[in-house]
């Protein structure tokens, strides 16, 4: 057999990675959006590198739209087969696809009002039909069953711990009486999370393909992140009488967020000034957290103790309409405004951002991991000017950063998640999900940890397994 990465391959979004059977049976390891990639964004999201007729079976990690994104397309263009998953990341994933559908009419519909003479018309990568579709072939497989694919193929899930739903992936594919035993890391998420259980231990895998994506960073802030949010509010709202816009991913980031503010309000530090939650997605996301409770860590469970609704507090207001939203950049009064999405790539905090970035009273404040070219990525970085729906504007506003609210394992949660593993039993690590030059600092650590085999495939290159 072999396998073919034709996404996250020394970047971080688009998910894909191609397991060939001798028999010519294929199984899809996720199939995501490739996002912030600047201009060459819209070609790799139109080029899957395989055909999608020809995919038997997709395993699906977890909900995020760089993981999930592009199934619609892939059903548009012909693959029919089940889609396996928890039954957490398929509620998330229903409705994370059909916003990327409703984004993208929107995006579409806003660029094509707006072109520059001689460019073209631009289309949508799928529509919500196809998302409806997308749906109907998901199957669920509940974390740690042992579930057989077909004769010859067994899937088993362990709670990555990332985000609700999300998954290690561990197939055991038996070809010519022998079995090899292949782990997909997903995502892994941090060993003490806010609202999260730890990422499980595993068995012992011949071949690892290993997510990167902060594999030579530490996620330490020097405060508590409650603290740096309350300093950060109050000098905004309170000294400077500004706004704080927060870019953060619908799914986790934005529910971590709010259990942070709940948790300053429950001992008496929540800055009194209006919060609002700018997303209809991230409301529906933080419904379905509520409504799956297991997989809380004990913490957020004493806290249930006394507070019934942890993500709710004075001063918060989910807002819906687009007019609604459209109101809060023209009202001037200092406010907290949460919005997707977490690269500020797209959705209605990218005209938060617009609205607010040349005022230096106003600050807006990064939560999460953001593509280099991606606009949070941009100003991550220092630039003084940056594009926004094709027109440029001065960065006036204070850019700040919470580095500890990433959802993703820094490198020494990353090495604790393969602590599990013999590595000398490991054939081959691949990494994925990471800027090449982290992945290389990452593939010298593991080396050292005794992983002698690590690998950093190319976009769409193909490695035989034995």
Known sequence: MNIAFHGAARTVTGSKHLITLKNDTQILLDCGLFQGMGRVTDKLNDYFGFDAKKVTYLVLSHAHIDHCGLLP???????EGKIFCTSATMDLARILMMDSAKIQMQDTEYANRHLHHGEEMEEPLYTEEDVIKTVSQMKIVEYEEDFE????????????????????????????GKP?????????????????????????????????????????????????????INNTCKVKKGKVIIPAFAVGRTQELLYALNDLELKGKLPDVPYYVDSPLSSKATEILKNHPEVYNNGVKETLKVDHDVFNFKGLRFIESVEESKALNADPRPCVIISASGMAEAGRVKHHIRNNISNQKNTILMVGYCEPNSLGGRLLAGQKVVEIFRDDYEVKAEVRSIKSMSAHGDYEDLLHFLSCQDPAKVKQLFLVHGEYDVQQHFATRLKDTGFKHVAIPEYHQVFEIE
């Open 73 to 79: 397309k892939l059903v548009a263009e012909g693959f």
């Open 149 to 176: 694919i077909e004769p010859g193929i067994q899937l088993k899930f362990t709670d990555a711990g990332h985000i609700l739903g999300s998954a290690a992936v561990h197939l055991s594919i038996t070809e010519d």
């Open 180 to 232: 090899t035993r292949i782990t997909f890391s997903g995502d892994v998420g941090r060993y003490g999370d806010l609202l999260l259980k730890s990422p499980q231990q595993f068995d012992q895998a011949d071949y690892i393909l290993m997510e990167s994506t902060y594999g030579d960073s530490l996620h330490k802030d020097l405060d508590p992140i409650e603290n740096m949010l309350m300093e950060i």
